[in-house]
């Protein structure tokens, strides 16, 4: 079964550093997303993508995040310059572009990023 | 504020045990329901649910949605300990898939 595939597994970082996290969706799929969860608390939208634009993105997702589709198969994001309170697991997900027949989104099994 | 709100946020059963989990939401221009499971690593999906009143099932797992009252509850009949899992409810809003995720539900189930 085709998957949602995230790497690294595991990024530690000093703080103020850049990070690029990587993530490749289901290959028919082309809604991408990318979520995280701080250790002990709820899953957070961060910013869904479509036709290479952000098509909605949540108050987390403040200037020092981008992401970007370089390519036909990779979705990144990128955090500029990390801050301690970055520290958490950050999941991609990818659905396909299906309005009327109600597809789920498919989530990789996340980058725990760790700022020091 | 959009919010989901999920209930108990904690339960212990034993192999065998009936367990229901709830969730309600309050949410601008819902779409969809949808539970997830979360073991170690990512959430797995298990149901999508649009309309009111249509039990989905997966073995001995089921869900329904109630779109007047707002509500949706996942059941898993005869557990497992495999069953234990953070379970989350996300509902989906608008056309852009904006989820929002409500806290999770913490199953343990002992032998």
């Known amino acids: 079964e085709p998957e949602v595939t995230q790497t690294p597994s595991h990024q530690v970082t000093q703080m103020g550093q850049e990070v690029i996290l990587r993530c490749v969706p289901i290959?028919?799929?082309?809604?991408f997303y990318w979520y995280r969860q701080i250790l002990g608390q709820k899953v957070e939208f961060l910013v869904s993508?479509?036709?290479?634009?952000?098509?909605?993105k949540s108050e987390i997702f403040d200037d020092q995040f981008s992401v970007e589709r370089p390519d036909g198969s990779n979705f990144t994001l990128k955090i500029r310059s990390t801050k301690l309170e970055d520290s958490a697991m950050y999941f991609c997900?990818?659905?396909?572009?299906?309005?009327?027949?109600?597809?789920?989104?498919?989530f990789g099994d996340g980058t725990r990023l760790s700022i020091l | 504020e959009d919010k989901v709100v999920q209930s108990p946020l904690s339960l212990v059963v034993h192999e065998g045990d009936t367990v229901t989990l709830n969730c309600s939401y309050e949410?601008?221009?819902?779409?969809?329901l949808l539970w997830y499971k979360q073991e170690k690593k990512a959430p797995t999906f298990l149901f999508m649910l649009?309309?009111?009143?249509i039990e989905k099932k997966s073995g001995r797992l089921s869900s329904i949605l109630d779109k007047k009252e707002l509500f949706s509850i996942l059941n898993i009949t005869a557990t497992q300990t495999g069953d234990s899992a953070v379970y989350l409810c996300?509902?989906?809003?608008?056309?852009?898939?904006?989820?929002?995720f409500g806290p999770g539900t913490r199953l343990s189930v002992l032998p």
């Open positions: 997900a990818s659905s396909e572009d299906l309005p009327d027949s109600n597809q789920p989104q498919h």
């Open positions: 290959s028919n799929h082309l809604y």
């Open positions: 993508f479509y036709n290479n634009e952000i098509s909605e």
């Open positions: 949410v601008t221009n819902f779409r969809s």
């Open positions: 649009t309309s009111s009143g």
């Open positions: 996300a509902v989906e809003r608008d056309y852009g898939q904006n989820f929002v």
